[in-house]
């Protein structure tokens, strides 16, 4: 059976209101953080998407209570009898998701071992666990690589560490700072990355009794402590998906209103939205986005690190620039592999040309390594329907997009990949007037 198949009937503004929840680059890393706790903690916001439903699958594995009200978004972890899990439960329940690496640092603390499967993830370019598994061992862990995967050990305890990142990679700052927090001394880490879902994640922290400061230099201060307990928290909303839907309204000349979004996450992505030519109002209960009328206007991008352009909000932006006026341009600095989602946006009538070359901003990384990051959009050009293939989550949406904008007919095939982070898009597409069915 096809991996979930959607046919769409493009050509038809998107016009209503969405609600959107907490960050999924948020909520799973502050459920693992409850390992952490010797009390219960309570997450409030929480999506219902699928990187909660593994999350939640591998915390039970080891040990810990969970009650969701998934209607209400409220999240109950009871970490007080954590114990190891089985190998092959663990790699069965993970499936493609990359958030057991987090595991780690809190699972050496409380059981002093940890196991860890083959890791997938979204292919959208290098993201290695050698570098965490630097970390860990930097913080006095044992990494013994097995056929099944990976297994940790701490027979003496973690200890706090010098930590310096050749670039601000969220990942590894998660996972310095779960497994910092309850190490014997102090921990610095250096060149970290700041965005507002790190600092989110730091707020829970500190709610658990962690002592933790950051420097406007990247540099963030970590003293150990001997216990922690369970936090009260309201997660951050998604300002990926809100991103989302503002570029589906534009892209579709639609009238969006996304609420529960926050203008202090969105700042650069509301500069580009309004230069672009779409219009936005921020209100109390969230953000209208909207396309004003008249040609849209053509720019040039760089994506990067906060408080940069985000890089899963260049995605569903190239959409909507396929229908500016002139030539766009698009410096992918984050991600060296994030244009294969334009093949099928040129199949549907766009014009795109990827190159090697560092175009429009400063040279970056990947301008001597031959990686496709540079993209120019030619606009405006009709979007036709078509039969197209999710390549992965926010290039996925990003097809997804362009079917509505499109006119006639398309077939989206792997649309569950959607379901991993945008919560109910099914019926949040009904709610703005899509005319979509689910064939399979």
Known sequence: MVDGLLQVEGGRPLTGEITVRGAKNLVPKAMVAALLGTTASVLRNVPGIRDVEVVSGLLRLHGVAIEYDEQEGVLGLDPSRVESAHVADIDAHAGSSRIPILFCGPLLHRLGEAFIPDLGGCRIGDR??????????????????????IRLTAPSGLHGAVIELPYPSVGATEQTLLTAVRARGLTELRGAAVEPEIMDLVDVLQKMGAIISVDTDRTIHIEGVD????????ALPDRIETASWASAALATGGNVLVRGAHQSDMTTFLNVFRKVGGAFDVREDGIRFWHPGGDLKSLVVETNVHPGFMTDWQQPLVVALTQAQGLSIVHETVYENRFGFTHALCQMGAQIQVYRECLGGASCRFGQRNFYHSAVISGPTPLHGADIEVPDLRGGFSHLIAALAAEGTSRVEGINLIDRGYE???SKLKALDADVTRLA
């Not at 050698?130 to 862990?141: N, P, Y």
């Not at 216990?227 to 309201?234: D, S």
């Open 128 to 149: 290695p666990i050698d570098f965490h598994l630097d970390i860990l061992r930097t913080f006095g862990a044992t990494v013994d690589k097995q056929s099944q995967g």
């Open 424 to 426: 109910s898009f099914m």
């Open 227 to 234: 216990e922690l307990v369970g936090y009260h928290h309201v």
